[in-house]
């Protein structure tokens, strides 16, 4: 195998109609997101039944980021979110589990599940790289949008019956 490059790799993601949502079709978000929340559902068995509730909360989270990394934004040559190096070998989205208030600077609200959102490696770690959502906004422009957009999408979520009671199905 050739050393893999980072252009090589957008441009994978780039050509690649199903890169979004690739790794939404298996089970593998639904194990990472319970080892995030499993400290403040202490009660819960996480068996099939719940796992069915877990999928459609992360379906729902998805939706408010318009099906694309939390940070992503429209309009560049190529994208702009892509997966740590050891996974430039797919050509789709990877998703990891991001903190809108940082693990670093709320540990009390780490695993809170209305605190998680779908990131890619790099809107991870270099990005928000540790802030919290809000003072992402002095960048300013594309990514400020983004962030307001998501953060009023995903608060009417959080207001609905249907998000409401998943959550209490869970407890």
């Known amino acids: 195998m050739g050393e893999r490059k980072l252009i090589d790799h957008r441009k994978n993601i780039d050509k690649n109609p199903k890169a979004y949502i690739v790794d939404l079709e298996n089970d593998r978000l639904v ?3 319970i080892n995030h929340i499993k400290s ?3 009660e819960t068995k996480f068996e099939s039944k719940n796992k069915e509730i877990i999928k459609r909360i992360i379906l729902l989270l ?4 318009d099906k694309r990394p939390f940070f992503h934004v429209e309009g560049t040559e190529l994208p702009l979110c892509w ?3 050891a996974d430039w070998d797919c050509n789709y989205i990877k998703y990891e ?3 809108l208030l940082s693990k670093n600077q709320n540990p009390n609200k780490v695993n809170v599940i209305e605190n998680l959102g779908l990131y890619s ?3 991870n770690q270099h990005i928000q790289s540790s802030m919290n959502i809000q003072e992402l906004m002095v960048y300013g422009g594309l990514i400020a949008t983004r962030i307001s957009n998501v953060l009023t999408k995903r608060r009417i979520l959080f207001e609905t019956n249907e998000w409401k009671i998943l959550i209490s199905q869970l407890k």
């Open 83 to 85: 997966n740590r190096p």
């Open 40 to 42: 403040d559902f202490k």
């Open 121 to 123: 490696a790099r809107c």
């Open 31 to 33: 194990g990472t997101f």
């Open 97 to 99: 589990w991001g903190h």
């Open 62 to 65: 998805f939706e408010t980021q």
